[in-house]
């Protein structure tokens, strides 16, 4: 702890600065090496510093050491801090991390950590999480994390070979009284195996199987897959010492709040206008199996060979197992014309995408969740989506619901929206509910922190 002089000094060097930029750039390096100052200056570098620098503050002297008197709640993020593509759950472990850290639960210091490789313990990820708070000057090495009784870890990411490597550290946590906890995403590689690459099903049940042995409880991201995830282990998992706790919470979508990507494409113009000349229909998600491209594009072939004018708007990479549609769609004489594919679409296009467009089509045969049906409402995009229990517990009324798996029941199904569309009478998406991902992050902690669970499996 500083001794009086040095308390004198700080603060003098502080009252000194002129603004808030040079209070930042006096105080900060101090507060950094020394993180646990007493209230006193922690009030005074509060003033100074402003609300946000002060919250930079606080994960600087985190991302240094864990406070004295606060828990920690180690966050693991071993995927994103090593390979941040900036889709999918990345987007979702980015919010919520960002969110955790702007306000963390009452009493715990958040803390970052990730596990790289074979036989590589969890470190404090303090780079990564200097890089996405823009912090300067406050760099700090990344060292093996510390934990004692009190403590919270929770598998925000999803981290199948780090968190397989790490099962003894994880018991190790429980055994001195860290509160274990997993976030689920979804369990699809275990309901829908045949549209995943080899030998994925088989190493995610062997992860499934493990965070329901290490875990004093898991989260999981809608009712739906809390539901899934209960009556498969039910089934498959092994006697436990303890009850497992099963929760879930609901993922927020407010895009700002997730470090968006920007940028356009260079045919964006064409592709806007080509959507505001005649109704569009809009997919957005990764080319993969159970995403139901290929039934989609057949439809519309369909729709286009029966004279109906109409869009088919495709935001997502290439993902596995899709060639053949792949291809198709490269290759398609309505590409640029009536059928368009954003491969490489950054949030900003995707925004521009919402903005005009007629509808989401919703087709996948199995989800965790459902982002876009929440991003189509917020931007007043009425949504078309097959009718699974996860899309009805997002979208409630406020949606018109599908079903069947061949061409011609999705292309009755379009031809039904757009009529309805037309006379004005399809479902609107407005008055969907949803969440903030701040307000998301609060019901993860809600779950985790103030044992707020849905279900519990007995032992």
């Not at 870890?153 to 968190?163: E, I, K, M, N, W």
């Not at 039934?295 to 109409?310: C, I, T």
Request: glycine share 8%.
């Amino acid at each position: 702890m500083l001794q009086s002089p040095a308390r004198r000094h700080l603060k003098d060097l502080a009252t000194r600065a002129k603004n808030s930029n040079a209070a930042r750039r006096v105080v900060m390096p101090l507060l950094v090496r020394f993180p646990t100052l007493p209230g006193r200056i922690l009030t005074l570098a509060q003033r100074l510093l402003g609300h946000r620098a002060h919250r930079d503050w606080v994960t600087a002297c985190a991302a240094s050491r864990p406070p004295l008197g606060q828990r920690q709640l180690l966050v693991d993020i071993s995927a994103v801090a090593q390979n941040d593509i900036k889709t999918g759950i990345q987007r979702v472990v980015r919010s919520i991390l960002l969110a955790l850290i702007k306000h963390p639960p009452a009493g715990f210091c958040v803390e970052p950590v990730y596990a790289s490789g074979v036989q590589r313990r969890y470190r404090y990820a303090r780079g990564f999480t200097h890089a996405l708070l823009g912090l300067e000057g406050t760099a700090a090495a990344d060292t093996p994390i510390a934990y004692q009784g009190g403590d919270s870890y929770l598998g925000l990411d999803l981290a199948v070979f780090s968190t397989m490597n790490n099962r003894d550290m994880l018991d190790d946590m429980r055994s001195k009284g860290v509160a274990v906890h997993f976030v689920v995403y979804d369990i699809l590689p275990l309901l829908q195996p045949e549209v995943f690459l080899y030998g994925s099903p088989k190493y995610f049940g062997s992860y499934i199987l493990a965070i329901a042995r290490h875990a004093d409880g898991i989260v999981c991201i809608s009712r739906a897959v809390a539901d899934e995830l209960a009556a498969w282990l039910e089934v498959h998992a092994a006697a436990r010492t303890t009850p497992l706790k099963i929760g879930y919470f609901h993922l927020g979508a407010d895009l700002a709040a997730s470090a968006p990507s920007s940028g356009l494409p260079a045919d964006a113009a064409q592709v806007l206008a080509s959507m505001k000349a005649r109704p569009s229909l809009l997919m957005v998600g990764t080319l993969e199996p159970r995403k139901s491209h290929a039934q989609a594009l057949a439809a519309f072939e369909l729709l286009w060979r029966d004279g109906v004018d109409v869009n088919l708007v495709i935001v997502g990479k290439q993902g596995w197992a899709v060639d053949a549609v792949a291809a198709a769609l490269r290759a398609h004489p309505e590409l640029g014309k009536k059928l368009f594919w954003l491969a490489g679409a950054s949030d900003q296009m995707l925004t521009d995408v919402y903005s005009h467009a007629s509808a989401l089509l919703a087709a996948s045969t199995g989800e965790g969740f459902g982002l876009p049906l929440i991003e189509a409402a917020q931007h007043g995009v009425p949504i078309l989506a097959r009718g699974l229990p996860v899309f009805r517990e997002v979208s409630g009324a406020h949606a018109f619901y599908f079903d069947g798996t061949d061409a011609a029941q999705l292309a009755t199904a379009v031809k039904a929206w757009l009529d309805l569309h037309r006379q004005g009478l399809a479902p609107s998406s407005a008055g969907l509910p949803w969440l903030t991902w701040s307000q998301s992050a609060q019901q993860l902690v809600d779950t985790v922190v103030h044992a707020h669970w849905y279900r519990q499996l007995p032992k």
